[in-house]
């Protein structure tokens, strides 16, 4: 069949994703495409749509201002979010491209499906407005059509655009109060193009949403599955054929369904068949039907596919998840939509292999905040069996007015009906943190409970299936299905050792108990011989919530987010403790660890990375912490061994000083050998805290020391070793830096600096900032929000690592800390 349309060899594969996920099948006119190219940027506002459009010669007076090349998707802030010496930017943003359109229907319809823009969207088809959205995470589509034909009767149509349609859109993030989520929020509200850009080709008739609701006893016996139609008719045509045409997960037709139907401005019910024991969707085996409806007007047929799944689920009184009749464990984390170098706007396939590196830590649920999040991401956990609690953006500050809650209702309603069919969401979340004041001069906390009554009973009126959640908010506990209270044992308050205690007092609270958001920030490359030792100083007696300023350095009683040393010896801990402890709360829904990945946010410019709420258990950019192993030995069936160690080159102590050498695994044992020598077997036990047991005292040789474990799971055999140096000389006051190249790679070159004392002794606890610059050539890889992307941080474990690109010339880098003399190096 010939393409209408022209593809690239390298765009072949993203264009037939998109002609099969969005239109449907390539047998039928309907067609779909990305537009990611050929777009031009300009930061900042215009004095009129007209300023877009204008011709000027490039480089002439009237060229200005000037526009840049991008791709989709794009954010204004992809690198100012965490650039430590700004304020990231909130304001207008300007877009604009041609279009070659080619409908291949005729009296068709041109539409431009936005899958999420930031965080007020105007669209222009030259100079007239076409459409316009508030909220930066809900998906909308603007009908192009009416204006296209109109622009083409315009002289400018043939001589000064060639035949393309000129398109303009302007985005805007500045800090609006009257608008969700707060700029409180622990987040950045970021703005641009962050999402796909969808050129869709319809026939008169097409459909606007497919709501596939597929329900199944406890038992799995019994489903049903009731499919409703939405249709898009904007000229009123009245009469259609629809055909329906379910699939199993094997591609067997189960189902199929022929009428003639009298279109209609409201819903459809179009059918509602029973299937006997349908194949079910589970973590485990996420078993998906297929739903192809095909509708035929006036000769012009469209098809529309969705992916469903047949689950049972069950939140206990005080008790348990139930999946399919059995507990499940809900085992999670949390994502926001955060990347370095692209901020927001991150690819599908950096997209996917985000969600599959949770699937491979374990995970089987997912708590999205906190905002709607991309449907690749709903896609890919219904795909690799991820269950989802999805929420709208309403985060801190307050309450505000009318047109704030009529936001507030809007993106909740268009969260819902646009990941209805999604078989992994359970829970729709209607707010987070709203017992936190700050936007405005007043705080009721009767109208945020009126107005959340309102939302519940708006969330089950148009989904009577997903339970409702909120997270931190006591005084509206009492109002949704499902709670989670503040609990942070061992970071903002107490000892993690509380935590099953306040945990269970917690539960006794309130009818459905789930625990999102724990855990605790960790350096990456930071590690401690000591990571406990200021506990003798913190006030321990079942406190672990968080309150206000609690995440800040100043203030309050001694708590390891203030006072600890933010290493990855101490986190590793933390959550090693709260897995163990989980196995032995029979009681337990489950919980969700905050949150997977770093990410960026405005309220934190103090820490060791500036602007970065540190708690993933990857960095921003996928490099992973040693905490990802942790939650693999407890959380994974695949035999895997991690020795805990591996960015820690040098470790210190006194000479003859027994040291704890750990690994974490799944395995059922495991050996160690030190220097060559075999150190004995450990047994497993989730329950010997820490690393389950698989532990050994050792003493270290100063210098060189090499570190191998064997474990075996069955008869399954699986090794890790490192080489870790000993250090017995004790350091004083930080003297000196050292910078020097650690590697290369073609036009990449690694650089690390280092911090000594007067006599050249490193100094190992050292966490002073240190910042770097370069002239010449070259640029610094920075602003990425990582540990090794950073120009200004502090040092983990007296050391810090820069890349920098050299552009085939020549550079000087220099590293900087205050009190001790600038080092430079030449490239």
């Known amino acids: 069949m010939k393409i209408p349309f022209k593809i690239k060899a390298v765009q ?176 950045n509200v970021y703005g641009g193009l962050y999402r796909y850009l969808n050129l869709v080709y319809t026939p008169q008739v097409s459909v606007d949403k497919l709501f596939a609701l597929a329900e199944v006893d406890a038992q799995g016996k019994q489903g049903q599955l009731k499919i409703t139609g939405r249709f898009y008719n904007p000229i009123g045509l009245n009469t259609a054929n629809v055909n329906i045409l379910v699939k199993d997960p094997q591609g067997k037709t189960v189902f199929t369904g022929k009428s003639d139907i009298t279109l209609s401005s409201s819903d459809q019910v179009l059918w509602t068949t029973k299937l006997n ?254 990571p406990e030792k200021i506990i003798n100083r913190l006030k321990i007696g079942g406190e672990a919530d968080e309150r206000a300023g609690d995440a800040t350095f100043y203030g309050g009683d001694a708590r390891f987010s203030k006072d600890g040393d933010w290493s990855e010896s101490y986190i590793c801990n933390l959550i090693d403790w709260h897995l163990k402890e989980q196995e032995t709360m029979p009681w337990l829904t489950g919980a969700a660890y905050w949150p997977f990945k770093d990410f960026s946010t405005p309220v934190r410019p103090e820490n060791p990375v500036p602007y970065m709420n540190q708690k993933g258990v990857v960095e921003r950019d996928f490099t992973k912490k040693e905490a990802y192993y942790v939650f693999q030995s407890y959380w994974t069936a695949e035999p895997m061994l991690r020795i805990s160690g591996h960015n820690w080159p040098v470790r210190w102590g006194d000479k003859g000083e027994q040291k704890v050498v750990k690994a974490y695994s799944n395995c059922d044992e495991a050996e160690l050998f030190f220097n060559g020598k075999s150190m004995g077997v450990k047994k497993r036990n989730s329950q010997n805290f820490p690393a389950a047991g698989l532990r050994w005292n050792v003493v270290f040789n100063e210098g060189k020391n090499t570190i191998k474990v064997v474990a075996k799971k069955g008869k399954t055999v699986v090794t890790d070793e490192i080489t870790q140096y000993y250090q017995t000389a004790k350091w004083g006051k930080p003297a000196k830096l050292t910078l020097e190249k650690i590697a290369e790679d073609k036009d990449t070159v690694t650089l690390e600096v280092k911090l000594f004392d007067a006599n050249n002794v490193q100094c190992l606890e050292a966490a002073n900032y240190v910042s770097f610059e370069l002239a010449g050539d070259g640029k610094l890889i920075d602003n990425q929000g990582t540990s090794t992307g950073s120009n200004y941080l502090q040092m983990y474990n007296g050391r810090a690592i820069i890349r920098v690109t050299k552009n085939k010339g020549k550079s000087v880098v220099s590293a900087k800390s205050e009190g001790v003399p600038t080092v430079f190096i030449n490239l």
């Open 277 to 530: 024991k349908p194949a079910l969707w589970s973590p485990e085996r996420p078993q998906l039907y297929s739903v192809e409806l095909t509708i035929n007007a006036q000769g012009q047929e469209y098809k529309h596919i969705e992916k469903v799944g047949f689950r049972h689920f069950e939140f206990v009184q005080k008790g348990p998840f139930m999946l399919n009749g059995k507990r499940l464990l809900l085992r999670g984390t949390h994502r926001h939509e955060d990347h370095a170098g692209v901020g927001a706007a991150m690819t599908e396939e950096m997209i996917k292999t985000e969600m599959k590196m949770m699937k491979d830590m374990g995970v089987n649920f997912i708590r999205l905040g906190h905002y709607q999040q991309s449907r690749i991401v709903l896609q890919e956990c219904d795909r690799l069996g991820i269950l989802v609690w999805e929420e709208i953006p309403w985060c801190r500050g307050g309450l505000g007015g009318d047109v704030y809650k009529q936001q507030a209702r809007r993106m909740l309603t268009n969260m819902i009906e646009q990941h209805y069919n999604h078989p992994s969401v359970i829970i729709w979340g209607l707010g987070n943190e709203n017992d936190w004041p700050g936007d405005f001069t007043y705080f009721d906390k009767e109208q945020i409970r009126t107005f959340m009554k309102e939302l519940n009973d708006l969330s089950h009126k148009l989904d009577k299936t997903r339970k409702t959640a909120i997270r931190r908010c006591d005084f509206c506990k009492d109002i949704v299905d499902v709670y989670s209270p503040s609990i942070w044992a061992g970071w903002y308050r107490g000892i993690y050792q509380e935590y099953k205690e306040v945990s269970k007092k917690e539960m006794e609270g309130v009818n459905h108990f789930l625990h999102v958001e724990w855990g605790g920030d960790s350096h990456a490359r930071r590690n401690a011989e000591e």
């Open 12 to 187: 072949i594969r993203q264009a037939l994703l998109c002609l099969f996920v969005l239109a449907g099948q390539m047998a039928f006119a309907q067609q779909s495409k990305r537009l990611t190219q050929n777009w031009e940027y300009l930061k900042g506002d215009l004095g009129s749509v007209w300023e877009a459009m204008r011709p000027a010669k490039p480089g002439s007076s009237e060229s200005v201002p000037l526009w840049s090349n991008v791709i989709l998707p794009h954010c204004f802030n992809e690198t100012d979010a965490v650039d430590p010496k700004v304020n990231y930017y909130e304001g207008p943003g300007w877009y604009r491209t041609n279009l070659k359109l080619e409908n291949p229907y005729n009296k068709g319809r041109i539409l431009l499906h936005f899958e999420g823009a930031g965080q007020k969207t105007e669209i222009y088809v030259y100079t007239k407005k076409v459409g316009s959205h508030v909220g930066g995470y809900d998906e909308f589509t603007v009908d192009i059509t009416d204006a296209v034909e109109e622009f083409k009767k315009d002289p400018l149509f043939k001589s000064q655009f060639k035949g393309l349609i000129p398109l303009a859109i302007r985005c805007d993030n500045t800090r609006d109060l009257e608008m969700i989520p707060s700029d409180l929020s622990d987040f």
